[in-house]
T-cell receptor
Framework: NAGVTQTPKFQVLKTGQSMTLQCAQD?????MYWYRQDPGMGLRLIYY???????DKGEVPNGYNVSRLNKREFSLRLESAAPSQTSVYFC????????????FGDGTRLSIL | AQSVTQPDIHITVSEGASLELRCNYS??????LFWYVQSPGQGLQLLLK??????LVQGIKGFEAEFKRSQSSFNLRKPSVHWSDAAEYFC????????????FGDGTTLTVKP
């Protein structure tokens, strides 16, 4: 029972490099999310996808792009990485609806030098 | 706009002692409230949720939370803390009917003393 799977788990980039973080869920959830977690700042929503074929900006979308490839997969791309994007990135999924809890992956720890 | 405040950044309790983590929310409609736990190096795991009905909800790992509308609070409690409860705890309020979006508090880190 995999749940939400994120790859890679760790990555080090140089400033200006690009990278795509992958996320897949096997729970048949409609909604998927990308968050970043920084010390003392909780979770901040980068982008979300309410359903297959739709994506919307969250609280901190600048410097990121997303693709909802199909119902299972939701990727996050950094086109030109900056040190300020050093963070732990979490993917989550849920059924649609305000009362639905989210299910999280184990995160990608990204360092940008 | 909705918001969640967790007033305590860090709490330390002795093993076997009781625990209460505070959460206050701001939301104009009926709130859907959640508590999540995050162990080091892992993602968040749902502890419990409140939607309606009984204001005292039971969760996993012996946790419970009480919804108090008059105080806009949803505090998490455990009668006797175990060393394995050391983790970071997040309160969240669900909003937006088009997606299961939630706003998260900044978290409370729990340290358990032997």
């Amino acid at each position: 029972n995999a749940g939400v799977t994120q790859t890679p788990k760790f990555q080090v980039l140089k400033t200006g490099q690009s990278m795509t973080l992958q996320c897949a869920q096997d729970m048949n959830h409609n909604s998927m999310y990308w968050y970043r977690q920084d010390p003392g700042m909780g979770l901040r929503l980068i982008y979300y996808s309410a359903s297959e074929g739709t994506t919307d900006k969250g609280e901190v979308p600048n410097g990121y792009n997303v693709s909802r490839l199909n119902k299972r997969e939701f990727s996050l791309r950094l086109e030109s990485a900056a040190p300020s994007q050093t963070s732990v990135y979490f993917c989550a999924s849920s059924q649609q609806g305000t009362n639905q809890p989210q299910h999280f992956g184990d995160g990608t720890r990204l360092s940008i030098l | 706009a909705q918001s969640v405040t967790q007033p305590d950044i860090h709490i330390t309790v002795s093993e076997g002692a009781s625990l209460e983590l505070r959460c206050n929310y701001s939301y104009g409609a009926t709130p859907y409230l959640f508590w999540y736990v995050q162990s080091p190096g892992q993602g968040l795991q749902l502890l419990l949720k409140y939607f309606s009905g009984d204001t005292l909800v039971q969760g996993i790992k012996g946790f419970e939370a009480e919804f108090k509308r008059s105080q806009s609070s949803f505090n998490l409690r455990k009668p006797s803390v175990h060393w394995s409860d050391a983790a970071e705890y997040f309160c969240a309020v669900g909003y937006n009917t088009n997606a299961g979006k939630s706003t998260f508090g900044d978290g409370t880190t729990l340290t358990v003393k032997p």
